[in-house]
Each structure stands twice: as C-alpha cells, then as structure tokens.
C-alpha cells in the first residue's frame, strides 16, 4: 500500500483533540450495534483509538453477524470486542454486553423497493427492541437525511427545524424509527441523539465515487439531483461519537454533513480534470434536491477536519492507484425515493 493510500485509510479512524475531549465527558464501555456496515469497522476503531488516550479501563463492543470475516478480523487486530449476533433473535439480543454508551447503526436501504416489510421490520420495529434492552443507557441512533423533503437548491439545506416530510418507504421507515426510539426513551429515561446523516465519503464507497468512475469509464453523470452534501468519513465518525456527550430527553437532532452545498456538474468537472477527462452528462438540473445544513453539529464539534478539495484529490488518487471498492453505489441520483 501506497503511502497516499495508507494516510487516506487510516484518517477514517484516527481520533483527534476534539474527540478526546468529548469523550472525556463520558464513562463507561461502549457498544457499537451495526459494526460490520460501510461505517461501523472505522467508527468502532475510532472510539477504540480514543479509549486508549483517555483514563480508566473502557472497552468497544462491536456488534454485527460479521458474514464479512475480514471486518471482524480488523476489529478483533484493533483490540475491538467483536460479538457475533442477529439482532432480530431476542435471546441473541438479550444477551449482548451491557453498557452506558450504546450506538445503533442497524439498517436497510437497498432492496426496499422488493421488499419493503423487511426494511420497516429493520429501520423501525428492531430500534424499538433495542431500545428497551438499552433503557438508561446514552443511546445515539443513526437516521438519515432522506427524511426531509428535497429543498431549492439556494436554501443551504434544511435544518432539524424543518419538518419532515420523507419520500418513499425507506426513508419513511427512517422517520419511523426516529419516533419509535423518542417514544421508547421518553418512556425509559434514556437519553438519545439522532444523527441525520447525509453522503458520509471513504474513497472505497460514496457519491465521489460514483461520479468518478463515471466520469473515467466515460459514461454519463445524470444531473437531476443537482447538488450534494458530502463529508468526510472520518469526520461523520467524530460527530457521531462526540454526540454521545450530548444525548437529552427529548432526543437532540443532528444533520451531519459537509459545509457545502456542492454543484454535481462542478464536482465531475473538478474530478474529470484530476483524471483528464472530459465528464459527460445526462438529464436537467433539477431547483430542488436532498439538502442537508449542518451548521448546529458545526457550532457543537468544530467544522470537518478534511476539505472537500482533500476529498477530490483522495478519491482521484484511489482510484488511480488501484484502491479497493466496495461496489457499493449510492444512487444518489434518485428522486423519488425507489431504493
């Protein structure tokens, strides 16, 4: 590996200042339930990292059915706690490790449109379940910024004031599980943060990626949506965890995202330059799309460690270098709302 490649995977989940100091705030072990999807593997080693520099003896439990072995071998390499579980099996359920800090990164998007019971069964009645065996413990629970309506393109995103308004079933699932889990802590005491994310970026996976290898295999970028958040993983990884210092009753939300509200045309021409290509296009910009404005995680924790310039240069340079893909697209190009 590169020594591009190696600072670029290792800046998912390496802990900085400002995390450390967050978590300082709290005790406890932490328990990471979701451990093995796209984000879980960085986010639990990134809290591991940061036990390591704080006092005391606190441990990460990360949770999943690991059919993925690889991500439990760097779990278990990182010093994580990895505990093979289905979640939906109440005994299994009944018997994870206890602890005051729980994140749940549990979810289905893709797929939904076949069969959507399933992704209702995940994103809105197993929280609830998780939820109760959770009670009292500070609970942050991964939503989705799908659940607000597409805003004009120069309203700089919606805020957690306005209301939501989701199109189609799975981000109506993700509002599902936003209220379930308000219900459940407001009737147990426990505290909770709700984390609308937008486009989280990891080289390997992401709407960088996806226009990239558009852009280099030539074919076209669809312009409907017309605009993009997008931040850094390692980043969404440190407002995630920070905000386990910030759980309340009633829950507190938080959009997290990128500072800009980025142009998808700008985006492909800026990376078909690093690639010395021309980007081609398809379909018409659309005045709305699915905009997220972060500025309440911003004002809490500090704005992104890595630029939106960094991202380009990093993704570019993956790609060019061979880096692995998870073949995992976004398909952040939908409107309405068929995943």
Known sequence: MTALRTLIARRVH???????????????DLVVLGAAGKMGVSLARMAAEAFERLPGDRRVHAVSRFSDQQARAELDEAGVHTVAADLTDEVALAGLPDAPNVVYMVGRKFGTAADAATTWALNTYLPGRVAQRYAGANLVAFSSGNVYPLVPL?????????????????????????????????????????????????????????????????????????????????????????????VATPPLVLNVTGPETASVRWLATELGRRLDREPVFAGTEADTALLSNAARCFGLFGYPSVSLAEMLDWTVAWLLEGGPLLDKPTHFTERAGKF
């Open 14 to 28: 390496e802990p900085d200042d400002r995390l450390i100091e967050q978590l300082g705030r709290t005790d406890g």
């Open 154 to 246: 120069h309203s700089g995103g919606a805020d957690e004031t306005v209301a939501a308004d989701p199109v189609g079933e799975y981000a109506q699932s993700c509002l599902g599980r936003e209220r379930v889990l308000t219900h459940q802590a407001a009737a147990t005491g426990t505290k909770l943060a709700i984390i609308r994310l937008n486009y989280a970026i990891d080289c390997r996976y992401g709407v960088l990626t996806d226009i990239a290898r558009a852009v280099r295999a030539g074919e076209p970028v669809q312009l409907g949506n017309a605009a993009v958040n997008v931040v850094w993983q390692g980043d969404a990884n440190r407002y995630v965890l920070s905000a386990l210092a910030h």
